[in-house]
């Protein structure tokens, strides 16, 4: 940066501004693997809700509560030994008991008759048989129940059921055979009500739930069928077509999928948290290193940003460059504006005396260093005060000369005697202008005063003392 002086160009010190290193603040990892964590914590609990079937015989009930199913009205449980006397080849198309659900069954015929099933669970299914109803007078209605079923879920509106004589199995009698279903209900309490319509037959072999376990246990013997490897993979002719069947042994499955997914899970979770503890520390480390290292220190020198050199003593507007005003370009409106204006003196004392350091091993090093900078800029600046001084010096001597009384322009004589005769006269001074010059002549004193009283402390300066011209005092 330079600043144009009278004619002459003076370099001034360059001027240093404080370099901050940019603070990076790291991510939180801990906090963000928190939330996270916590997130898949809630997606976990809701996924190891094990959904488990239990299942409730028509003789043994629910294995799991004990809750018998009720049967009210004329039920039986040996068709032959009913009907006996019907037919002496009854075992040709009555039901196998060693083919039903834990080997046992019932039926009737009675439109009295009800059977009412209490469970917990989101999902009901409930199996029946089909017998070879179409030999020895039976009809072949008497193979779901003669003109259908109404079913009744939590005292609701009934719900009327229907077999499908086209859908009956190739091979009778068939087992396992689903006479309804109903799904995507609330895991609380629900109470079923079956009844057969008109007087036909309807079989009850066993019944299925889905209960939604809050924790992963082991497998019940409810869950399973007494015989599994026995019954068909899917129930044959439903009557609720197109609702779902459930699979027999699926809480088998789920029971032993409990136990790896969830160990998968919270393990998953454990190595994830470690990894981010780790990186965490990692870069706290590396971050300590940067600050801990001189290249990192040598950044960090507290310097402060300077203000652009302003004369210490600003001289009125009335004062232009060729006037004897130092700096070209600049001249405040008033006092008032130049006292408002940011200067800086010729010795710069906000350069710090000694480097700011955070590493003490390296202190030597740079306090050379900065030194050095500081005693060539100390330098610079005693040459540039006393180029200034000198400037100013002249200055002063040129504007002295001006305020001696000028020769005059013309000579009068006289022809004649007298005794009012005189020699040459001296025009008397423009006093206004003299006032101007004398002012000017003091503010430039007071400008070398400044410099030298700024200077002093640096190195001892030659003294500057102005010649004082013979007229002087006639100007003042």
Known sequence: MSRRMIGENVVLAPMFSPHQKPTIRPPNFLTLVLIWAAVVFEAVSGALALSVNRTIDDTLGDAVTGALPTLSG??????????SLLSS???????DDALAFNNTYHFTWSAQSALKLEFTGTAIFVYTMVINSTQHNLGPQAAFGGGGFTAELDGGTAEVGHGDLEALPAVLPAYNVLLYAKNGLENTTHNLTIRPVKSEF????????TFEESEPSSPSPSSTLTDPTRLPPSPSSPLDAGSPTPEVGAAVKQAKLAGPVAGGVIGGLALLVALALILYCARRRRRQREQDSPDWDNTDIAEEKKPPPWPANPIPRN???TAGFIYEGWAPESWSDAANTPRVSIVDRAFPSSPTRNNRDSTASVGASVLEEKNALHMARQEEAGRQVELLQRRIEELMDEARPSLPSESGSTSGSGAGVR????????????????AQIRALREEIEAIQSEVEGISELPEYMAREPAGHGAAD
């Open 74 to 83: 004329s039920w039986f449980g040996d068709f032959c030994k009913v009907f």
């Open 89 to 95: 080849d009854c075992r040709d198309f009555a039901p």
């Open 202 to 209: 309807l079989f009850f072999d066993y019944a299925m739930y």
């Open 319 to 321: 004062l232009t460059p």
């Open 423 to 438: 020699g040459p006269r001296r025009r008397p001074p423009d006093q206004r202008t003299n006032s101007q010059l004398v």
